[in-house]
């Protein structure tokens, strides 16, 4: 039973690592592209915008308004 504990214990060790290796993948070619100025602003924007989107549908989803 010791075991099954040790074994379970490692799943998030593994899950961070893959989360970390797939930011690492999708960020690497972004940031070699970052050195142009207009690229630079342009991502700078397009990861304003997200957030923004991002911020108003969890507001949506937490504060529903209700159909009148």
């Known amino acids: 039973m010791g075991e099954f ?3 379970v214990s490692r799943y998030p ?3 961070i690592t893959i989360i970390l ?4 993948a999708l960020l690497e ?9 207009i ?3 342009s991502l700078i ?3 304003i915008s997200g957030l923004i989107t991002l ?4 507001q949506a989803m937490v504060f529903p308004t209700p159909i009148s």
């Open 5 to 7: 504990f040790s074994n």
């Open 13 to 15: 060790k593994y899950l």
């Open 21 to 24: 290796g797939v930011f690492t």
């Open 29 to 37: 070619p972004l940031i070699k592209r970052s050195k142009n100025p």
């Open 39 to 41: 690229t630079a602003i």
């Open 45 to 47: 924007g397009a990861f």
């Open 55 to 58: 911020l108003l549908v969890l």
